[in-house]
Every structure is written in C-alpha cells, then in structure tokens.
C-alpha cells in the first residue's frame, strides 16, 4: 500500500516536472523540503536490534546552497527511530546532485549514536527529486556496535 502510494506521488511529480521548463541557472537554494520513502536497518554486532524495512520521513531547510539541516522519523516493524542531520552537497546542483550527511540517530531499542552517509539526489524539477541515501550510526548507548541503513524516497521542496 505504501509502494503504491509513492509510485502514485512520484508519477505525479514526473508529470508536472515534464510540463515546465527547468531553468538550474535561477534555482532557489533557500527553501524547506519534505520527503517519504522506505527504508531498511541492517544492525551489525549482536544486541536485540533486527534487520527491518520500514517507511521514513525527512523534514529539512537549506541554510545555504551547499548545507542543509534536516529531522528525520523512521518506523520499521516494530523499532522506530528519530535523527538529526547536517547535509553537504560537494559538487554542484545539477540532475544527479551528490551529498554527504553527517549527525546523530536513535533507536527505541535503545542504540544512540553518531551518524554519518552518503547519497544522492536525481531532480526532476526545482520541487521535485528522487533521493537515494546510506548511513552508519556507531551504537554508543546500547548492545548494537553498528546500524547501517539504506533509504529511498521521493522529495519535494517547497
């Protein structure tokens, strides 16, 4: 049901992305964005955290053209997690717009830590953009030693 209604949310954005021409030269760098996709753990090195798929939200502000900073909500089947995070684009806002994040992550099983990843970014239009993400969260507070996470999501900023 969730797959569905982000294939249905991101044709939608296709569709209004082809009917305007996108000018990157004039882009609006200061601005807020949303985004909802799904996402999968993968903890490493013992503890009663397990590999889960699950959905997750980001709500974000870019302070700059090159740093944003963001809240993130993630719930798995039955882990929830909440994080903040720094992104920093180190090359340019071009269709395929790479980054680096950089923060901290909790779990509710009780595994607290510094995070840090890597993704990208495929923009359609000035609103809309695929988001592909990875991190690593250094267990610190708790039995988990490592929780990696994968993540994709459809964005859209306002």
Same mark, same amino acid.
């Given at each position: 049901?969730?797959?569905?209604? @982000? ?5 939608? %954005? =296709? ?6 021409? +996108? ?7 200061? /601005? ?5 996709? $799904? ?18 939200? &980001? ?18 089947? &039955?882990?929830?997690? @909440?994080?903040? /995070? ?6 340019? +806002? ?9 923060? $901290? ?13 890597? %993704? ?17 969260? @250094?267990? =610190? ?15 859209? $900023?306002?």
């Amino acid at each position: 049901m969730k797959g569905l209604f @982000l294939c249905a949310l991101l044709a939608a %954005g =296709i569709a209004a992305a082809s009917e305007e021409e +996108y000018d990157w030269a004039e882009y609006d760098y200061e /601005h807020w964005y949303v985004d909802a996709g $799904a996402a999968m753990v993968l903890p490493q090195g013992g503890g009663r955290m397990h590999r889960r798929a699950g959905a997750e939200a &980001r709500l974000g502000y870019y302070v700059d053209d090159f740093l944003a900073v963001e809240a993130t909500a993630a719930w798995m089947e &039955r882990d929830a997690g @909440l994080g903040v /995070h720094g992104l920093w684009h180190w090359w340019g +806002y071009e269709k395929f717009d790479p980054f680096f994040t950089f923060g $901290a992550n909790g779990w509710i099983e009780g595994e607290v830590g510094p995070s840090a990843g890597w %993704g990208c970014f495929w923009h359609f239009s000035d609103k809309w953009s695929l988001r592909f993400d990875a991190d690593a969260t @250094l267990g =610190i507070d708790g039995e988990t030693e490592m929780v990696y996470k994968l993540g994709a999501a459809v964005q859209y $900023a306002f």
